[in-house]
């Protein structure tokens, strides 16, 4: 026997359990329970305070919402499927443990308001845990970078080997991608600044709710400005989805290089057995599975934000039934991030790194041709007319399979008069690193200076976290 539904007022039917089963959102929604309560709370409390329900009842309102809390903390609470969703199950539970007064609860209030509110407390939750996330990874990156300043690779572009590169300054890149996918999960919080609750179903209430009261129990700034907007807007979800889709996108590209370089054609670096997985079928294999899990979860992250762009995009204000699937993609990228982030985190701090595999990579002297064109340079030699030049001088190696570095003075101006010297004084790969002390270059104390830098970032942003009210 289905329960009443607290609608069923008008309604002379019992609904089909079909439609139960493909419109109920408590299998799902159940991850909003700490959220939707805590809400509850705080509008019960100023329903108490306003004189909008006698004291007493806010009270005990107040005290059934937390004995149902500690119910779902032991996993104790009785979800039913025929209540629908998570608002209806709390509610109906309250009714359970303290009697008529429940009824109470939803005084001036609204699922679509509830819910809007719900959501966007889940989300303040989930940017922040996203943005620590991020830091944790953030560090692990850094610490791996300090190892290696001095182990040297082929930097690419077209995966052509380019130009020689640190390790610590290759994995500071991505150090720098996330501390911007954090900062948009920090500016993600700040946007969910104004509550919904106190718009009701979409015009508000006859009844003196205090909005800003419910506003500042719940850490928000102010109550939303527009009722309409409160209850049908989503593009806090949207942006959390967005963040969420970038940073694993980050984290994809960084997956794609320990899957390239733990191949034996690279051989730089080899993932920690406890990070890696085996074959079923051949012996000898190690399969770099986590790397490229997080490059394939990446699509379901992208196509979680395509699927509530999809959703959103052709609705009428204000709320629509259409927004209950707006929870599944946001649960499953906050926690598709938080795994892979976590994953990535113990990957790269259990990686074992090739040193000499690279340096050999990188020790190629093509890589040094740039430098060459700008020795002329800096003899006076127009760049175009430099890199003309050694392109000369490097299909002449080509062609005759020479090394670079074997050309003597005499050889190097037959291309160009103004070669000051033989390769193998000109081109150096250390040198090489190090003359580019510029700014975001690979001279060994600017790297080091990154990383410090980086360090520094982390640190304060992390304090700037643990300051914040746990509510906010
Ligand atoms: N489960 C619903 C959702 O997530 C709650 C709001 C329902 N409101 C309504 N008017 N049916 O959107």
Known sequence: MTPRKPWGGRFRQATEPSVERFTASIDFDRALAAHDIRASIAHARMLGRTGIIPADDAEALVQGLVAIREEIERGEFPFDPALEDIHMNVEGRLHALVGAVAGRLHTGRSRNDQVATDLA????????????????????????????????????????????????????????????????????????????????????????????????????????????????????????????????????????????????????????????????????????????????????????????????KGLPLAYNRDLQEDKEPVFDSARTLRDALEVMAGALATLRVNSDRMRRAAEDPMLLATDLAEVLVREGVPFREAHEAVGRVVGHCVEKDLDLRSLSREDLRAFHPSFPGAAAALLDLERSLEQRALLGGTARQTVADAAEAAEAAVQRETEQLDAEEPGR
């Open 121 to 312: 407390l889940y989300l303040r939750d989930a940017a922040r845990a996203s943005q620590r996330g991020t830091i944790e990874l953030r560090r692990v990156l850094i610490v791996r970078s300090r190892e290696h300043l001095d182990t040297v690779l082929p930097g690419y572009t077209h995966l052509q080997r380019a130009q020689p590169v640190r390790l610590a300054h290759h994995w500071l890149a991505f150090v720098e991608m996330l501390a911007r996918d954090g900062q948009r999960f920090a500016a993600l919080r700040g946007r969910l600044a104004h509550s919904p609750l106190g718009s009701g179903a979409l015009a508000g209430s006859t009844l003196p709710l205090d909005r800003a009261d419910t506003a500042a129990a719940l850490g928000f700034e102010s109550p939303a400005a527009n009722s309409l907007d409160a209850v049908s807007s989503r593009d806090g979800a949207l942006e959390f989805l967005s963040a969420v889709a970038i940073c694993m996108v980050n984290l994809s590209r960084l997956a794609e290089e320990l899957v390239l370089w733990s191949s034996s054609e690279f051989g730089f670096v080899e993932l920690a057995d406890a990070y890696a997985t085996g074959s079923s079928l051949m012996p000898q294999k190690k399969n770099p599975d986590v790397p490229e899990l997080v490059r394939g979860k990446t699509g379901r992250t992208i196509g979680n934000l395509v699927g509530l762009l999809t959703v959103v």
